[in-house]
Nanobody
Framework: VQLQASGGGLVQAGGSLKLSCAVS????????VGWFRQDPGQERQFVAS????????YYADSVKGRFTISGDHAKNTVYLQMNNLKPEDTAVYYC??????????????WGQGTQVTVSS
């Protein structure tokens, strides 16, 4: 499974960004996709995940009500819509895939990161 994240950028506090994660490879539908973020010197944090059918989504408490994860089967792409962004959301965001999904597993496949910077 290969993952390609995109959509990061610089935005002012209160603004919005939409990240995309293009997923390719065999049996893509067998995997859940998660978003994680990491600041330099910090541990990687779980942000959100969704199973391929879209029936189970998980969010970190820090982003609930502001971020929405969704998928487009036709495009094999998972999105992370980020609204009301805060400076503390600044990080490199990564997407990852795993057969189990959710916030507590070690994801098997990882894409490269995309930088999100929120200015105050």
């Amino acid at each position: 499974v290969q993952l390609q994240a995109s959509g990061g950028g610089l935005v002012q506090a209160g603004g919005s960004l939409k990240l995309s994660c293009a997923v390719s490879g065999q049996t893509v539908s067998a995997y859940a996709v998660g978003w994680f973020r990491q600041d330099p010197g910090q541990e990687r944090q779980f942000v959100a995940s969704i199973n391929w059918s879209g029936t189970r989504a998980y969010y970190a408490d820090s982003v609930k009500g502001r971020f929405t994860i969704s998928g487009d089967h036709a495009k094999n792409t998972v999105y992370l819509q980020m609204n009301n962004l805060k400076p503390e959301d600044t990080a490199v965001y990564y997407c990852a895939a795993d057969a189990r999904g959710g916030p507590y597993v070690q994801y098997e496949y990882w894409g490269q990161g995309t930088q999100v910077t929120v200015s105050s």
